[in-house]
């Protein structure tokens, strides 16, 4: 019989689907077809596959091999089915025993001498194959972010040479190893940071509950200074959300450090990124920064400036976690379970508000500037800070220094594990059922949430933010109820629209 299966993996978001390639040699003039749905990349592969199996010493089969790549409607793209169509022609023409094959999947691109090179998205291939019940053969430039799936059996080979001797029992393959997880690099201190009380404080709530951050005030107030060290307040990833994160990172094109794959991201792009930079897009579809910040921090300085259309991406990310970016061909769907911290001027010249009395801004400039952020958008931020520019006394070298971060974590960690404890999940991720049980005010508050609301002018979301804001100040209390001091404070978070000269 001449038909061989080999199992592979494709790529659509942070998912593999499996892929089978079948290989049949017929009679008839020699000629090699693929099918099933194959980008350009993939169909070059004959090329390469013919090259690399004659610079093995194997023989390349003079008749008609037909290469079915199914399910036929997925599409299949880069060099990653070079090893699974190479093995199948090999297994068909009887060159390699084909039941071998059997409870295996391979991944790798193949240069024209026959070296595997590595590809995008083996993470995810990994912990599919896993879930099937199957091993993964990857070149040996995968290997480490291979390994990081520690429950997987995953081996790497170098040439197809020894992928085929791997097969036939000649030699063992390597296990895939993860390098040795490196030290996080020094985070910024918050010691460093001097004043600034309230904002001190509201960082560490921002921490404790993973709430979305707004910070307005005059230049060189502090706002960067404070969003720089909030990820040395957060706990260590767990292995899921490390797992997770570095799928996403594996698939974006831009590689994947398995040194550092414990660590949260810190996204900060530019105010001049494109929505499709923030959301993701491309073809196949690749993250954008709100993903590769999944399970970490993305920060967005001078808010106002970027444009309408990329921050009105954040909208739905923001509720659900979760973004698909859809194209005219294919769609995909990624994580983005973010933590938003934004920082803005209070209006454009940046000094509304304050004691100086320097700003000029007409109150149409300042109505303008801050329509410039829709009221969605603003909504769904659950703590809004102004901050006043510093007095020139705490600015002295000799300055005493702020609490550290160290201690600032050890309350988050505590406040996060009683979170868990309770509802299985960070506060601001707390949904409507979870929201009336773990909230409970008692009459006078309710009475104080409702005047507030209506004096504020406060939306239904707002409120159930406001709420849950208000038991993160409670878990930082350690305080099994919510308290009027602890709604106070959360009420004390959503800041008004800044007029010019006050």
């Known amino acids: 019989m001449s038909l061989a299966l080999v199992h592979s993996r494709a790529r659509s978001g942070i998912q593999a689907p499996p892929v089978q390639v079948e290989v049949h040699l017929s009679g008839g003039l020699p000629s090699t077809q693929i099918v099933g749905l194959p980008a350009a990349a993939v169909r070059e592969s004959r090329d390469r596959v013919r090259a690399a199996i004659l610079c093995a010493r194997f023989e390349y089969p003079q008749r008609r091999?037909?290469?079915?790549?199914?399910?036929?409607?997925?599409?299949?793209?880069?060099?990653?089915?070079?090893?699974?169509?190479?093995?199948?022609?090999?297994?068909?023409?009887?060159?390699?025993?084909?039941?071998?094959?059997?409870?295996?999947?391979?991944?790798?691109?193949?240069?024209?001498?026959?070296?595997?090179?590595?590809?995008?998205?083996?993470?995810?291939?990994?912990?599919?194959?896993?879930?099937?019940?199957?091993?993964?053969?990857?070149?040996?430039?995968?290997?480490?972010?291979?390994?990081?799936?520690?429950g997987a059996e995953a081996y790497v080979a170098r040439t197809l040479l020894e992928a085929c001797a791997g097969l036939g029992g000649r030699t063992a393959l390597p296990r895939a190893r993860a390098h040795a997880a490196t030290a996080p690099p020094d985070a910024p201190d918050m010691a460093d940071v001097r004043g600034q009380a309230q904002a001190r404080r509201a960082l560490e709530v921002a921490a404790a509950g993973g709430h979305h951050l707004l910070m307005s005030g005059p230049p060189g107030c502090g706002k960067t200074l404070l969003a720089t060290r909030l990820p040395g307040l957060l706990p260590e990833a767990s292995e899921a959300e490390a797992l997770e994160?570095?799928?996403?990172?594996?698939?974006?094109?831009?590689?994947?450090?398995?040194?550092?794959?414990?660590?949260?991201?810190?996204?900060?792009?530019?105010?001049?990124?494109?929505?499709?930079?923030?959301?993701?897009?491309?073809?196949p579809p690749r993250p954008g920064e709100i993903s590769l910040a999944h399970n970490g921090v993305l920060f967005l300085d001078e808010l106002p400036e970027w444009s309408r259309a990329a921050l009105e991406v954040l909208r739905e990310p923001l509720e659900s976690g979760r973004i698909t970016v859809s194209r005219a061909a294919r769609s995909a769907e990624f994580p983005a379970r973010f933590q938003l911290v934004a920082a803005m001027n209070p209006c454009p010249c940046g000094w509304a508000g304050d004691p100086s009395g320097r700003c000029r801004c007409s109150p149409d400039m300042v109505r303008r500037y801050w329509g410039r952020l829709s009221g969605p958008l603003l909504d769904r931020i659950d703590l809004h800070l102004a901050m006043a520019r510093l007095p020139p006394a705490l600015l002295r070298p000799d300055a005493p220094p702020g609490e550290s971060s160290r201690a600032i974590r050890a309350r988050v960690q505590a406040a996060r594990r009683r979170q868990r404890d309770r509802g299985g999940r960070l506060n601001a991720q707390l949904e409507q059922a979870g929201l009336a049980e773990a909230c409970r005010l008692d009459a006078a508050d309710l009475g104080l949430l409702e005047q507030a609301g209506e004096r504020l002018q406060l939306t239904a979301r707002s409120l159930h933010r406001v709420l849950r804001v208000a038991r993160t100040i409670a878990d930082l209390d350690a305080s099994p109820a919510i308290a009027t001091a602890h709604l106070a404070e959360a009420l004390g978070y959503r800041m008004p629209a800044p007029s010019p000269g006050t």
């Not at 091993?135 to 480490?144: D, E, I, K, N, Y």
């Open 65 to 150: 091999i037909t290469i079915n790549l199914a399910p036929a409607d997925l599409p299949k793209d880069g060099g990653r089915f070079d090893l699974p169509i190479a093995l199948g022609i090999l297994a068909a023409s009887g060159q390699i025993d084909r039941d071998a094959l059997a409870g295996c999947e391979f991944l790798g691109e193949l240069g024209l001498t026959g070296e595997l090179r590595p590809v995008d998205g083996v993470l995810p291939a990994v912990l599919a194959a896993a879930r099937d019940g199957r091993r993964l053969v990857v070149p040996a430039g995968s290997g480490a972010e291979a390994g990081l799936a520690g």
């Open 245 to 283: 994160t570095a799928a996403v990172a594996s698939i974006s094109g831009r590689g994947l450090d398995p040194a550092r794959w414990r660590q949260r991201p810190w996204r900060s792009p530019h105010h001049g990124a494109s929505a499709v930079a923030l959301a993701g897009g491309g073809s």
